[in-house]
């Protein structure tokens, strides 16, 4: 019991951090990836959108066409821009030496970005994006405070600004040379107001970005489409095989008993 207890905390201790560490609870979001037209939507926007500066550089054009029954003819014709053939890697566009002296920082490569942040915290994070003059890029983040990103799918979502509230939440502090709780103020998220409507409804941007999301936990671990069903083969054997067994053992010992 305590080996499953610690087992279940490391699972769901990512998520907890991730939420209270910007006080800001993770969205759930709906995974199918049996959904092939859903990944075909997402691998379109994570393309056009987020190619430019990241990288996906353990994936390749064609495994993913074959994996989401997009033909090597229609992969070139529409996915095919920071690259010039389709067995190539998804790379970014813009050069790392550019990056670092635009952002402060190097994009980081998005190839298992879902499993190292889960797809509930990419989800909310490419729905928080607000207006805020105070930074470099002119927006923020309530699930990554501080992040140097601009909102890139700004024309789709609009102009969000974020209201945030005072709450009185228990902290240790240093008094004395000894930690010691106490009641203090901090700034915690409440809502969104928007200020300039996008192109898109929110219903209709939320489900891109389920898409997106939905694309990029596929691309963290391909062998998923094909696992669930290699599984089941293997259990359809293990039935027969198990019968097979039941009448070997009684063979066997028919004389014993």
């Not at 989401?68 to 070139?76: A, D, F, H, P, R």
């Not at 700004?154 to 974020?162: C, F, I, L, S, V």
Request: charged share 25%; aromatic share 12%.
């Amino acid at each position: 019991m305590k080996k499953l207890m610690i087992f279940v905390f490391l699972a769901i201790a990512p998520g907890l951090s991730l939420a209270a560490g910007g006080h800001v609870p993770l969205d759930p979001v709906k995974i199918d990836l049996s959904d092939q037209a859903s990944l075909q939507r997402g691998a379109r926007i994570f393309v056009n959108f987020c190619l430019s500066c990241h990288s996906a550089a353990y994936m390749r054009y064609n495994r993913m066409g074959h994996d989401l029954g997009i033909s090597e003819e229609l992969v070139e014709e529409n996915l095919l821009f920071a690259a010039d053939k389709v067995g190539d890697l998804m790379k970014a566009v813009m050069p790392r030496e550019d990056a670092k002296d635009w952002f402060d920082a190097v994009p980081p490569d998005l190839t298992v970005i879902t499993r190292s942040k889960t797809p509930e915290y990419l989800y909310t994070y490419m729905r928080g994006f607000y207006r805020d003059p105070a930074t470099k890029s002119g927006w923020n983040n309530i699930a990554f405070p501080g992040a140097a990103m601009p909102h890139v799918l700004y024309e789709w979502q609009g102009h969000q600004r974020a209201v945030f509230k005072t709450v009185m939440v228990e902290r240790e502090v240093e008094q004395d040379g000894k930690k010691v709780k106490r009641q203090v103020e901090e700034s915690h998220f409440d809502r969104f107001e928007l200020e300039r409507a996008g192109t898109m409804s929110a219903e209709d941007y939320d489900a891109a970005m389920r898409d997106l999301t939905n694309f990029m936990v596929y691309m963290g671990e391909p062998a998923k489409l094909h696992r669930g069903r290699i599984g089941v083969y293997v259990l359809l054997f293990l039935a027969v095989f198990f019968v097979v067994a039941l009448l070997l053992k009684k063979e066997y010992w028919k004389d014993v008993h």
